[in-house]
């Protein structure tokens, strides 16, 4: 059990580190933050949340990290919802309205708008007509987690495994309800090689009013944006799975 100080400590490091993508220094936190605690007590709160498996540190000297603990931690009760502005899902709405006949295309838009807008990879399949579209590889490659062969390797071959795995991955998802997987806890890895992935994926399944069902994901660093990302991968299975559609049809 921490107390409601070593939560928000917590929370202010995993939100340095997601936009930094650098280890988090008890000196940054007594600068930047008004804790109404000494440095010392903060270096202490840290070495506490360290000792709980919240945190760590790669080196002595250096600052702490979240570990997979601290961010599904996080993610479960720290975590605040995030509202899609009214630009993104009228964004969302014009890509995917127009082609939600054309399934082919509106796989690949679909992944390539989770892309564009998460900044990280987008994926998206509908399982009845075996399509699977990836998009946003590069926006992998240029974040620092992935500059390690190995990590892009494990990325690599997670994307190999998804598309042989989809049925059973969405047989596991509660339709429209986005499920959160931080490194070890990805179903996939129990197939893989490599089994303390770099990584975190947010997915979720959806069924057409047609009948046919698919999944949309975002997967990316373990300091990804969470709340967005979540937000994202909801507003699109809702307006897949029909139900927004239908409105925004009788709108228009």
Sequence with gaps: MITKRQEQILSTIIREYIESATPVASSILAKKYDFCVSPATIR????????????YQRHTSAGRIPTDKGYRYFIDKLMEAY?????????????????????????????????????????????????????????????????????????????????????????????????????????LIKNLPT???????????????????????????????YARNVSLVRYVTELLCGGMIMAVAIIM
């Design 44 to 55: 202490a709160e840290m070495a506490y949340l360290e000792k709980e498996g919240l945190l």
């Design 195 to 225: 089994k303390n992935p770099n990584y975190s994926m947010v997915i979720a399944g959806f069924q057409f009013p047609s009948g046919e069902k698919g999944l949309v994901a975002i997967i990316g660093p373990k300091r990804m944006r």
């Design 83 to 187: 509202a899609l502005s009214r630009k993104d899902q009228n964004l969302i709405q014009r890509e995917l309205l127009e082609l939600k006949t054309k399934y082919n295309r509106l796989v690949k838009n679909t992944a390539r708008i989770l892309a564009s807008l998460s900044d990280n990879l987008g994926l998206s399949s509908v399982l009845d007509l075996e399509l699977f579209h990836e998009a946003g590889i590069n926006k992998l490659i240029a974040e620092p987690e992935f500059t390690d062969s190995k990590d892009f390797a494990q990325m690599t071959e997670t994307l190999d495994w998804f598309d042989e795995n989809i049925e059973r991955l969405f047989e596991s998802l509660t339709t429209q309800v986005p499920q959160i997987y931080i490194g070890q806890e990805n179903p």
